[in-house]
């Protein structure tokens, strides 16, 4: 996501700090509404899409970006290879993952229904609705309200490293909450890495 506008967003640290956490907790009512009545993964994308959209959605009407509007800047060579960069990090991501759950001894399986588990067992019992949850739905939103708005505003407002170092801090929180300590920080961990790197790819790419 770029801007148009050189105005940056006015949230701060405080500001994301507090649409993270109302988004999180707001996906998490959200989702506990929608499975009881359809399964877990179009649940947790309505949920995604309700949470961090919704805020997000609210924060720009407050702060907005480029007067509320966020484009998708023209695709270049240099972009292209700069998300190329991002195939092999994902299989990365998830070797450190594992290697910190070892690490930390935390259980494969917390008995928490986490994004991993839904992941899975949605691709058995209704391979159609988790594909469009998990790669249309989540990333989509997810990345929206992590690096098109408190990304941007961060960056705008505290420079481009801390900017980076915090959006990555608090997706990390946000994918890690309500996990057990062990299995959180493998988590976290993982989540900050892979956070950090599509940030540096945003703002390289301005897209």
Known sequence: MATRSRAAPSQ????????????????????????????????????????????GFLALREAPLDRGRLRVAKPRAR?????????????????????????LSAPPSSG??????ILVAGLSAAPVTTLLAFLVLLPATQEWFFRGVLLQGLVGRMGVLRGLLLTSALSAVAFAGGLPPQEGIAVAVAASCWSLLLGVVVLATRS
């Open 12 to 55: 701060g640290l405080l500001g994301a700090c507090l649409l993270t956490a109302v988004a999180w907790w707001t996906t998490y009512y959200a989702f506990s509404i929608a499975h009881w009545g359809i399964p877990a993964a179009p649940a947790l994308g309505i949920a995604v899409v309700v949470g961090y959209g919704l805020v």
């Open 79 to 103: 972009d292209l290879l700069c998300v190329g960069l991002l195939l092999p990090a994902y299989p990365l991501g998830v070797a450190l993952e594992t290697s910190i759950r070892a690490l």
């Open 112 to 117: 928490f229904e986490s994004s991993n588990d």
